[in-house]
T-cell receptor
């Protein structure tokens, strides 16, 4: 069966520090991958999506970036965190062309201090 | 452009009572529709989905939803709510290119014992 992992589960980082969040999917190949952010009490904001290795599309201009070095690995990064980067980061995947059906990871709670 | 609205920001129901969460979408063609549930601090879990066919779809945890094209709605229902159903519920619609899904703002459900 397919599973999706995210780590770390929680992270507290000072303003100006770098960030690296990792997402890995098991049990499938060539999935579409997504990064979302959920601010406190808010809905989901799509940040990046990827339809293949090295293929990244950005939805919102900001100081975050994403990379997909392997088929089932999706990384969210920042060189310098801002206070406004605090939130709950969710990774999701869907099987290639599987009618938009997305499955979510457990999330990473990021607090920027 | 696609959009999803969930008119109720917060709903409170008594345990054992019936539940209906509203969702309205805007999309020109037949949409792909989803309901997700999110418990505090967790990722989103897919409750049910509608692609085509029977307009009444059954999901997990005793939930069902009905697609009404004339009303552009996809309301979620449950005949008897349990305390464990307290969570955030998101309606979503897919149908653009690149397999992106548009999420509604969410409805927070509280259950009174």
């Amino acid at each position: 069966s397919q599973t999706i992992h995210q780590w770390p589960a929680t992270l507290v980082q000072p303003v100006g520090s770098p960030l690296s969040l990792e997402c890995t999917v098991e049990g499938t190949s060539n999935p579409n991958l997504y990064w979302y952010r959920q601010a406190a009490g808010r809905g989901l904001q799509l940040l990046f999506y990827s339809v293949g290795i090295g293929q990244i599309s950005s939805e919102v201009p900001q100081n975050l970036s994403a990379s997909r070095p392997q088929d089932r690995q999706f990384i969210l990064s920042s060189k310098k965190l801002l206070l406004s980067d605090s939130g709950f980061y969710l990774c999701a995947w869907n099987p290639d062309r599987a009618f938009y059906e997305q499955y979510f990871g457990p999330g990473t709670r990021l607090t920027v201090t | 452009a696609q959009s999803v609205t969930q008119p109720d920001i917060h709903i409170t129901v008594s345990e054992g009572a019936s539940l209906e969460l509203r969702c309205n979408y805007s999309y020109g063609a037949t949409p792909y529709l989803f309901w997700y549930v999110q418990s505090p601090g967790q990722g989103l879990q897919l409750l049910l989905k509608y692609f085509s066919g029977d307009t009444l779809v059954q999901g997990i945890k005793g939930f069902e939803a009905e697609f009404k094209r004339s009303q552009s709605s996809f309301n979620l229902r449950k005949p008897s709510v349990h305390w464990s159903d307290a969570a955030e519920y998101f309606c979503a619609v897919g149908g653009t290119s690149y397999d992106k899904v548009i999420f509604g703002p969410g409805t927070s459900l509280s259950v009174i014992p």
